[in-house]
């Protein structure tokens, strides 16, 4: 059996803002997740199966 590992992945992120005048913004936030062998661990033969995990979110602001 095997030991668990510390590797908690790599995380990345990107964001983008404009804003067209004082009340309008316009947001764009990306972000990317690399599991680490840390979640595949199961104290079992078999290992946990990870994926990367995708994620985004966007913004329209309006303020008065």
Known sequence: ???QSSNLGL???AGAG???DDNFLF???LGLFFP???FKFSN???ENATQ???ASV???GITF
């Open 58 to 60: 966007a913004r329209i």
């Open 44 to 46: 079992t033969a078999t």
């Open 27 to 29: 947001r764009l936030d």
């Open 52 to 54: 990367t995990v995708f």
């Open 36 to 38: 680490g062998d840390f």
């Open 11 to 13: 995380e990345w992120d």
């Open 1 to 3: 059996m095997s030991t």
């Open 18 to 20: 404009f804003q067209w």
